[in-house]
């Protein structure tokens, strides 16, 4: 099935901008009177027949609509930026495994610095990234990407209640044991330091905002491995055991 997104009302006859239409018939190859799978971003996905494959305005007639709600506990991943296209990567998985929120960390031993030019071309790249990975995996939800903040401006965020810290302190958590906190069911954020991890001070402001320390086992992991293995286990622990979506075989 090829996917391909329309942030508008999906019913009727639509015409895609000119990146989707380049995207959807220079890119995928669809051609007229191929079915295409339309998302909105917002849980809407509709059955579509493509009627003009052009190229610059593409033209869709949708068949079928339908609706999914968004589920009830929502998962955030707040992830200390490192270097090159790693955290690419990491927004990509986190979306293709139904994060809600990402929010890019600047900490102490953060290797990526911005200054306001590179923020926001940096946070539009990793929403374009998003949007491809939603459409690649047929994800009706689009995640949010805030511009890249400090800890201060986390904590002033409406969090979801249940909020872990993945720690290589020695009293930390297992992680599916502090998933079993009553909180999960209304919402999740996994907070995940850089390479070189979070800094006692900041190890100190995460436990004053009511964070939890949790290991994602004995081994030290790079900050891509833990923030995809980490929402994998959430998501599997909360949210497609909760409310099962129908496997794509």
Same mark, same amino acid.
């Given at each position: 099935?090829?996917?391909?997104?329309?942030?508008?009302?999906?019913?009727?006859?639509?015409?895609?901008?000119?990146?989707?239409?380049?995207?959807?018939?220079?890119?995928?190859?669809?051609?007229?009177?191929?079915?295409?799978?339309?998302?909105?971003?917002?849980?809407?996905?509709?059955?579509?027949?493509?009627?003009?494959?052009?190229?610059?305005?593409?033209?869709?007639?949708?068949?079928?609509?339908?609706?999914?709600?968004?589920?009830?506990?929502?998962?955030?991943?707040?992830?200390?930026?490192?270097?090159?296209?790693?955290?690419?990567?990491?927004?990509?998985?986190?979306?293709?495994?139904?994060?809600?929120?990402?929010?890019? &960390?600047?900490?102490?031993?953060?290797?990526?610095?911005?200054?306001?030019?590179?923020?926001?071309?940096?946070?539009?790249?990793?929403?374009?990234?998003?949007?491809?990975?939603?459409?690649?995996?047929?994800?009706?939800?689009?995640?949010?990407?805030?511009?890249?903040?400090?800890?201060?401006?986390?904590?002033?965020?409406? &969090?979801?209640?249940?909020?872990?810290?993945?720690?290589?302190?020695?009293?930390?958590?297992?992680?599916?044991?502090?998933?079993?906190?009553?909180?999960?069911?209304?919402?999740?954020?996994?907070?995940?330091?850089?390479?070189?991890?979070?800094?006692?001070?900041?190890?100190?402001?995460?436990?004053?905002?009511?964070?939890?320390? %949790?290991? &994602?086992?004995?081994? %030290?992991?790079?900050?891509?491995?833990?923030?995809?293995?980490?929402?994998?286990?959430?998501?599997?622990?909360?949210?497609?055991?909760?409310?099962?979506?129908?496997?794509? %075989?």
């Amino acid at each position: 099935m090829l996917y391909s997104f329309f942030n508008g009302n999906l019913s009727g006859r639509i015409i895609l901008d000119a990146e989707e239409s380049h995207h959807l018939v220079s890119v995928r190859r669809a051609r007229v009177g191929e079915t295409v799978m339309l998302l909105d971003g917002r849980g809407g996905k509709a059955k579509a027949l493509v009627e003009n494959a052009s190229a610059k305005a593409a033209t869709l007639q949708v068949e079928e609509f339908s609706r999914m709600e968004r589920p009830n506990s929502p998962v955030w991943l707040a992830q200390a930026m490192p270097l090159g296209k790693t955290m690419d990567t990491i927004v990509q998985k986190a979306a293709e495994l139904g994060c809600e929120c990402v929010v890019p &960390l600047c900490t102490e031993r953060s290797e990526l610095r911005l200054d306001a030019e590179r923020t926001l071309k940096k946070t539009q790249k990793w929403r374009t990234g998003a949007l491809e990975a939603i459409k690649q995996c047929g994800n009706p939800f689009m995640p949010d990407i805030v511009e890249p903040c400090g800890l201060d401006a986390l904590f002033k965020m409406t &969090l979801p209640p249940l909020r872990l810290v993945c720690s290589l302190e020695e009293a930390s958590l297992p992680l599916l044991a502090a998933l079993k906190d009553e909180n999960a069911k209304d919402g999740v954020v996994l907070a995940i330091g850089p390479e070189g991890d979070f800094s006692a001070a900041e190890y100190a402001q995460f436990r004053e905002h009511s964070f939890k320390p %949790v290991t &994602l086992g004995p081994l %030290v992991l790079r900050a891509d491995t833990a923030a995809i293995a980490s929402m994998a286990i959430v998501s599997e622990a909360l949210r497609f055991a909760a409310c099962p979506l129908p496997y794509n %075989v």
